[in-house]
């Protein structure tokens, strides 16, 4: 399956981006999806993930309140609608798919996305 992410840009701190992430080789109906990030000088970090259903999400603290994963299986692509954008959310944006939301957490799963860059300025 091939990942590819949109939606990046430059925001100000405050203000709000929706990324989108499309799947393209096989549906991705039956899996959970999720989001990572990466910012300079820093390990990738889980964001958030989703159920294959959609019935369950989770959101590292940091992000939670402020941040919505949701997906259209019709259109095989999950999303990320990010509000209150702060300077620390800069980063690269990388979505992932995995057979649990557990599975997507520890980051060892196979298809990845190119990433998308989001900068937040202050």
């Known amino acids: 399956v091939q990942l590819q992410a949109s939606g990046g840009g430059l925001v100000q701190t405050g203000g709000s981006l929706r990324l989108s992430c499309a799947a393209s080789?096989?549906?991705?109906?039956?899996?959970?999806l999720g989001w990572f990030r990466q910012a300079s000088g820093k390990e990738r970090e889980f964001v958030a993930a989703?159920?294959?259903?959609?019935?369950?999400?989770k959101y590292v603290d940091s992000v939670e309140g402020r941040f919505t994963i949701s997906r259209d299986s019709a259109k095989n692509t999950v999303y990320l609608q990010m509000n209150s954008l702060k300077p620390e959310d800069t980063a690269v944006y990388y979505c992932?798919?995995?057979?649990?939301?557990?599975?997507?957490?520890?980051?060892?799963?196979?298809?990845w996305g190119q990433g998308t860059l989001v900068t937040v300025s202050s």
């Open positions: 989703i159920s294959f259903n959609g019935l369950y999400t």
């Open positions: 992932t798919t995995g057979r649990t939301i557990t599975t997507i957490m520890t980051g060892r799963t196979t298809y």
């Open positions: 080789g096989r549906t991705v109906s039956g899996d959970a």
